[in-house]
Structures are given as C-alpha cells and as structure tokens.
C-alpha cells in the first residue's frame, strides 16, 4: 500500500506565515510540521512508500525529504502539479493516480490528526473500495465537506453547500483507496477537473457515486483533529498536535 499527500495548494488565508512556506510545512509541535506528522501517521500502518503532490514552493518540501526518509525510513516521491496556482486539487488526485492504482491512503497535507484515524480505516477494508474518515460528531456549518449517506450507508452526496441538518457528518480528507477504485476514480477526477478546473477532488467523488461507485464512511467518533485553513486552525493545531 502507498501513502499519498497532497500538498500544492498555496495556503492564502495563513498569509504571511504561507507566503514563500508551503502550509504543510508549518510548525504544529515543537520544530514537527503537518507534514512530519502526516508522514509519522503513515509509517504507524506500515507504509514505507509515499507520493507526495507538490506545487507552492515545492522545494521546500524536497528539501525536507532527505531528513524524514532517514527518520522514519520511509522513501518519498515528489510528484510536481505545475498548474497548482490555477487549479484544485482534483488534478493534484488525477496525477497521483499510478500510486492508488496498487492501493492507496490518501491524507490532505493541511489535516493534523492521530494515527488512529488510519487504524480504523484499515479495521474496515473490504467494506468498499473507497472509504472515507467521517466525523460523525463534530456540529458543522458552511466550510466543512459535508457527506449524505443513503439508507444502505453509501455515499450519496459530498459537497460543502449540503445543508448540515440533511448530512451524517464531515469528511475529513483521509480516504482509503483500493485498487478496484482506481481506475474509476481516475476517470471520474478527470472528467471533474476537465468539467472545471477550480473542483476539489470530492467532486471527483462525487462522480464516482454518480457513476454508480461505491463509496462507504468510517465514522471517527470522538477524535481531536483539525483541517488548518486559516490562523484559528493553524492555532487549535498546535493546541491538539502534541498529544498525539
């Protein structure tokens, strides 16, 4: 099984911290960065390979490479979205499509969480080939990337605008991908970015529940985690970060 990261985006609202840094690249515990602990969560379940998809200032990330290799002995491989300033992360997905083409984790590179969010994602393998975290918890608003589940527990719905009464919980950028969704998902993220280019790459999901995938959840439960978009997050990060 590989890892993926995705880590392109420019981080706008943590302006100035993200201004030449990439958000991953932020501190969250002592000198640990989102990414360290990402790659840290990774290695926990026995992943040593890891696609990391990279755009805003990219070298830094390759040049933290060499150091989290040696520490978690784990290989890292960089994969360049060169349109990253104009485009959402469905591409970013698109192009990491060779990696979860053998099974896949997929973890947002702005997501700080504990391992045992994997854990319990690997605990449900073989309830579908596309599983997603949900917290099934946390009471939402306007930004969170709601899901609505059918009454057979699939994926019916995930999109940000979903009214919050209407859905079962918020998905929190960490999917397991299996290899009999790989090829569909390749084509439904292509068909979505090819749509419009500004999509995220749960509209890709989307697709593929339209297409007729099956797309399950993994509810979380009470789990101390934050998706770092603006300072508010980047704080509460550094709050939970170190009890992990």
């Known amino acids: 099984m590989w890892g993926i990261v995705l880590a392109a985006g420019g981080g706008t609202r943590l302006r100035p911290l993200t201004d030449t840094l990439p958000k991953t690249l932020l ?4 000198d640990r960065t989102i990414f360290e602990l990402a790659i840290a969560n990774l290695r926990s379940i026995g992943i040593t390979d890891v696609v990391v998809v990279t755009g805003h200032a990219a070298k830094l990330i390759e040049d933290a490479t060499g150091p989290l290799e040696a520490r978690y002995s784990i290989t890292l491989h960089h994969v360049f979205n060169d349109r990253y300033a104009d485009w959402n992360n469905a591409y970013s997905l698109w192009l990491a499509r060779d990696a979860f083409a053998d099974a896949a984790l997929l973890v947002n590179g702005d997501t700080v969480h504990p391992p045992g969010v994997q854990e319990r994602l690997l605990a449900a393998r073989g309830d579908a080939p596309l599983l997603l975290a949900l917290d099934d918890v946390k009471r939402l608003g306007d930004e969170e990337m709601k899901v609505r589940l059918t009454d057979g527990g699939t994926v019916e719905r ?5 009214e919050p009464r209407t859905v079962h919980g918020e998905y929190i950028g960490i999917s397991l991908i299996e290899p009999d969704a790989a090829a569909p998902l390749a084509d439904a993220l292509r068909t979505t970015f090819e749509r419009d280019p500004g999509l995220y790459y749960e509209d890709g999901y989307q697709q593929l529940a ?20 603006n300072h508010d997050d980047l704080a509460r990060a550094r709050e939970i970060a170190c009890l992990y």
Do not use: M
């Open 158 to 162: 995930i999109n940000k605008a979903l």
């Open 210 to 229: 339209d297409d007729g995938g099956e797309i399950r959840t993994t509810a979380i439960g009470q789990t101390r985690w934050v998706e770092v978009d």
């Open 27 to 30: 501190p969250v515990d002592g």
